[in-house]
């Protein structure tokens, strides 16, 4: 996996969590027992998302990378939806994407609260 990060703070280096950072879960939610290159890859994009630097992750064919990709960004969304405060959830440009992504669940059938219980 090769992973570009950036900011305007310049470049990216790893360092212990802090308060305000979110380290990335041991298990994300996945439909099965993820690879270790796709554990990889959702903890870099965690940690690029959390970090608000942009990423460019390339993988080999057949590698999960949709799947890990899909995963690991809806993982971080509602762990950063649950640390905001009560009024940034209402104005933050998150529920917006979460409210998005259930409004898909349901129109596909789906429960959007099992799959967040999940």
């Known amino acids: 996996i090769c992973v570009l990060m950036e900011s305007s703070a310049g470049p990216a280096v ?50 999960g990378k949709s799947m890990s990709m899909i995963c690991g960004a809806l993982a971080w ?17 998150g529920s917006a994407v979460v409210s998005a992504l259930d409004a898909s669940i349901r129109a596909m059938g789906g429960s959007p609260s099992a799959a967040a219980a999940a």
Do not use: C, I
């Open 14 to 63: 790893e360092s212990e969590p802090t308060a305000d950072v979110l380290a990335p879960p041991d298990d994300f939610p996945f439909p099965f027992e993820p690879y270790g290159v796709q554990k990889d890859f959702m903890r870099q994009l965690w940690q690029t998302l959390d970090a608000g630097h942009l990423g460019v992750f390339e993988s080999p064919t057949g590698t």
């Open 77 to 93: 969304l509602r762990a950063n939806e649950a640390r905001q405060p009560p009024v940034a959830k209402v104005r933050g440009a």
